[in-house]
């Protein structure tokens, strides 16, 4: 599980292939049905599951890309408050909504990955990555 994905976090090397930096929430070898429970993370980022303390799985990197594209189509995160506190409040409880220029395509890859169940999030259910 990775914990952290967003923008600062992203590289490009010489190539212009994507390279991640900064592991230092990482949790490594966990087997695909282990659960940890940590709350950590950037709070524009953190996914439902964290904020709620419940156990959690790799659901919340699914989750941190549907952020983080929609940060990347429109400049700025789609649950972002005054505070902290404010922030984790829509995270949990706010509709999403997109501004009208963002495309069909993204629209429906995002939907699919922020969806406050675990376990119907996209990238979440038996078939993984290959969803």
């Known amino acids: 599980i990775y914990r952290d994905l967003k923008l600062?976090?992203?590289?490009?090397?010489?190539?212009?292939?994507?390279?991640?930096a900064d592991y230092g929430l990482?949790?490594?070898?966990?087997?695909?049905?282990?659960?940890t429970d940590?709350?950590?993370?950037?709070?524009?980022?953190i996914a439902p599951e964290i904020l709620l303390k419940r156990?959690?799985?790799?659901?919340v990197d699914w989750w941190a890309?549907?952020?983080?594209?929609?940060?990347l189509l429109t400049g700025s995160a789609p649950f972002?408050?005054?505070?902290?506190?404010?922030?984790?409040?829509?995270?949990?409880?706010?509709?999403?909504?997109?501004?009208?220029?963002f495309p069909a395509d993204a629209?429906?890859?995002v939907t699919r990955l922020l969806v406050r169940t675990p376990e119907l999030r996209?990238?979440?259910?038996?078939r993984g990555a290959m969803e």
């Open 80 to 101: 972002c408050g005054s505070c902290e506190d404010d922030t984790y409040h829509l995270i949990t409880t706010a509709r999403l909504s997109f501004p009208a220029r």
């Open 55 to 59: 156990p959690y799985s790799q659901s």
């Open 65 to 71: 890309f549907g952020i983080l594209v929609y940060e």
């Open 107 to 109: 629209r429906d890859l």
């Open 122 to 126: 996209l990238g979440c259910g038996r």
């Open 8 to 20: 600062d976090n992203i590289l490009l090397d010489l190539h212009g292939h994507i390279k991640l």
């Open 38 to 45: 940590t709350f950590c993370g950037t709070p524009e980022f």
């Open 26 to 35: 990482s949790k490594d070898r966990m087997p695909r049905d282990a659960r």
